[in-house]
């Protein structure tokens, strides 16, 4: 607009850079993975003059899931430029309505310099057969704890539309499922 084109810090200064990142996603085994994260490697100049490096960033985490009950925790380490936090968390099925949809509750802490919150929220996850579709209704509140004065905290909400969920869909009965390997095309004998 016209306020930027007369303005010399939008007009004669700019700056650019480029920074490359890693990470690594791994199952450990069918219920443990690991992942990790560096990001800024080459620590790029961003300054409009003189130097300003982005600092190097790791982070680093792992998750366990459980399938009865449906359940997940989680624990990720961050470290960046002197600044360290840990956040630790977890997510379990409260109520499950067959196929139809699941009612998850979240919770978790996160501590590091100077730094504290805790974090709780709600989800439903969804499936709507007759369109084939699925989703999920998600709440989350977190509270700033030992770092900010005054906060209510900060609620988050957010709505997904995805193909329908297969963790809510109703497992096969086994005896069917034997029935169906031995007889694949389903003919009577």
């Known amino acids: 607009n016209d306020w930027t084109t007369y303005n010399p810090y939008f007009t004669a200064l700019s700056a650019s850079a480029f920074s490359f990142g890693l990470s690594l996603f791994m199952p450990v085994t069918k219920s443990l993975s690991f992942g990790f994260f560096v990001d800024d490697i080459n620590q790029p100049n961003i300054a409009i003059s003189g130097e300003e490096k982005l600092p190097l960033t790791l982070r680093t985490g792992i998750s366990y899931h459980m399938t009865n009950p449906v359940s997940?925790?989680?624990?990720e380490f961050y470290?960046?430029?002197?600044?360290?936090?840990?956040?630790?968390?977890?997510?379990?099925?409260?109520?499950?309505?067959?196929d139809f949809g699941a009612l998850d509750f979240r919770g978790g802490i996160g501590m590091g310099d100077g730094y504290f919150n805790i974090t709780a929220g709600l989800g439903y996850k969804f499936n709507i057969p007759v369109i084939n579709i699925g989703g999920e209704f998600d709440y989350g509140f977190l509270l700033p704890l030992g770092f900010a004065s005054g906060s209510a905290g900060t609620h988050k909400f957010a709505i997904t539309i995805r193909d329908i969920f297969k963790e809510l869909k109703t497992q096969v009965n086994p005896s069917e499922e034997l029935k169906t390997q031995s007889n694949p095309e389903g003919n009577t004998q």
């Open 79 to 98: 470290y960046r430029n002197n600044f360290w936090k840990v956040h630790i968390g977890g997510e379990g099925t409260v109520l499950k309505t067959s």
């Open 72 to 75: 997940m925790a989680g624990a």
